[in-house]
T-cell receptor, first 117, second 115 residues
Framework: NAGVTQTPKFRVLKTGQSMTLLCAQDMNHEYMYWYRQDPGMGLRLIHYSVGEGTTAKGEVPDGYNVSRLKKQNFLLGLESAAPSQTSVYFC????????????????FGPGTRLTVL | AQSVAQPEDQVNVAEGNPLTVKCTYSVSGNPYLFWYVQYPNRGLQFLLKYITGDNLVKGSYGFEAEFNKSQTSFHLKKPSALVSDSALYFCAVRGPLTGNTPLVFGKGTRLSVIA
């Protein structure tokens, strides 16, 4: 049981390049999330998904796109990277209790450190 | 809208002394409150949560937190700090069970336990 894994762990991009970050979870969780962590800003939600085939915008969605084609995977895309997107990106997942939405524990991946030059 | 504040960027405490990391929140209705910890170069790990019931919640690694509705606070505590407790701590909140509103995290408090 690997939990939440993220690929890659590190990446350096040039301005304007594109890339996709992959998040995978093997806990059969319904919900998945992408966050970015910046010094002094805490954790900010980029996009999230409440189930396969569904996505929603979080606090800072601009410049990012996501897809959840399979329940276990949540992809975060940067179409044209900018230096402002230099950050550490975390994926998380959580399960739904019967009759209760999004109240329970989120499990986090180890993070992807992205630098945009 | 829901929000959470961690008023201290940094907390320093001597090993063996009690520690408190503060968190206050704002939400309509009954809150759901969480504490997470982040060790260097790692993802966040769940410590404890308050959903309902007893105001004193016990969690992992000897941590506990007290929910105070009148003061809208959920401070994290530990009776005796360890050097290994040094990490970044995040408080998070979400409102009642309406829609799919995700958690809102605070900016984090860095705890440094000095031997």
């Amino acid at each position: 049981n690997a939990g939440v894994t993220q690929t890659p762990k590190f990446r350096v991009l040039k301005t304007g390049q594109s890339m996709t970050l992959l998040c995978a979870q093997d806990m059969n969780h319904e919900y998945m999330y992408w966050y970015r962590q910046d010094p002094g800003m805490g954790l900010r939600l980029i996009h999230y998904s409440v189930g396969e085939g569904t996505t929603a915008k979080g606090e800072v969605p601009d410049g990012y796109n996501v897809s959840r084609l399979k329940k276990q995977n949540f992809l975060l895309g940067l179409e044209s990277a900018a230096p402002s997107q230099t950050s550490v990106y975390f994926c998380a997942s959580s399960y739904r209790l019967a009759g209760v939405l999004m109240t329970d524990t989120q499990y986090f991946g180890p993070g992807t450190r992205l630098t945009v030059l | 809208a829901q929000s959470v504040a961690q008023p201290e960027d940094q907390v320093n405490v001597a090993e063996g002394n009690p520690l408190t990391v503060k968190c206050t929140y704002s939400v309509s209705g009954n809150p759901y409150l969480f504490w997470y910890v982040q060790y260097p170069n790692r993802g966040l790990q769940f410590l404890l949560k308050y959903i309902t019931g007893d105001n004193l919640v016990k969690g992992s690694y000897g941590f506990e937190a007290e929910f105070n509705k009148s003061q809208t606070s959920f401070h994290l505590k530990k009776p005796s700090a360890l050097v290994s407790d040094s990490a970044l701590y995040f408080c998070a909140v979400r409102g009642p069970l309406t829609g799919n509103t995700p958690l809102v995290f605070g900016k984090g408090t860095r705890l440094s336990v000095i031997a």
